[in-house]
């Protein structure tokens, strides 16, 4: 995908869906050939969507990065490569349909918030996976977008700083616990559930006509 003078890495599947488009921001130290990324992908391809999994670094980037760390929790530029795609895929209604939602993990979760809150008239669901919404900072409280924050009941740090977001984001979001998973969602059947609740989440709110929030089913909490 090139993005003004950046070309950056990305893998789609399903495009010209018409059930919308989801756009996968990747956490820290990860990418778009994350198989767990890749495998909740498949899942929403399955569900009748388009699946954009981007690269937020360049490869020159990503080499410095493993190295040194440096780019991964600048969320202010990976929100603005994310927002950047974004507006990509808007340019394009006849490959990725608009109705948008994004899907973070750890660091990109927090670009996915803050994306969110840049572009409220196109991203109409996020979720997130063991996010990092704190990194968000002030654009949390500006993303009106239908929010679902997923963290394993084990990760008991992320846990705890999903549950400051849910609080910030009110009525806007639900945060759900996956028993006994741990924050890679690698315990049997945990990164099964994590993909079941994003096509859930999609499935209703990719919908400009859909229901509303309390209409998402109660989970464990």
């Known amino acids: 995908m090139r993005l003004g003078d950046l070309a950056l890495p990305a893998t789609v599947g399903g495009a010209g869906r018409t059930h919308g488009t989801v756009l996968f921001a990747h956490g820290s130290g990860s990418s778009r050939q994350s198989p767990r990324n890749q495998m909740v992908a498949r899942h929403l391809q399955d569900c009748g969507f388009a699946t954009v999994l981007l690269d937020l670094l360049s490869e020159q980037e990503e080499v410095g990065d493993a190295k040194t760390g440096r780019y991964r929790f ?33 660091t990109g979760a927090a670009a996915a918030l803050a994306a969110a809150a840049r572009r409220p008239e196109a991203v109409r669901a996020v979720v997130s996976r063991g996010g990092r919404p704190d ?87």
């Open 135 to 221: 990194l968000a900072d002030q654009a949390l409280a500006q993303v009106w977008a239908p929010t679902l924050l997923i963290v394993g009941g084990a990760d008991q740090a992320i846990l705890e700083l999903n549950r400051q977001a849910e609080a910030v984001l009110g009525d806007r979001a639900r945060l759900v616990v996956v028993p006994g998973a741990t924050h890679l969602f690698v315990e049997p059947g945990a990164l099964e559930q994590v993909a079941d609740l994003a096509g859930d989440w999609f499935d209703l709110y990719l919908d400009p006509d859909g229901p509303v929030l309390d209409d998402f089913p109660e989970v464990s909490r």
């Open 74 to 106: 600048d969320v202010g530029m990976l929100t603005d490569r994310l927002t950047a795609a974004i507006d990509w895929l808007l340019a394009r209604p006849e490959q990725y349909p608009g109705n948008l939602g994004l899907f973070g993990a750890s």
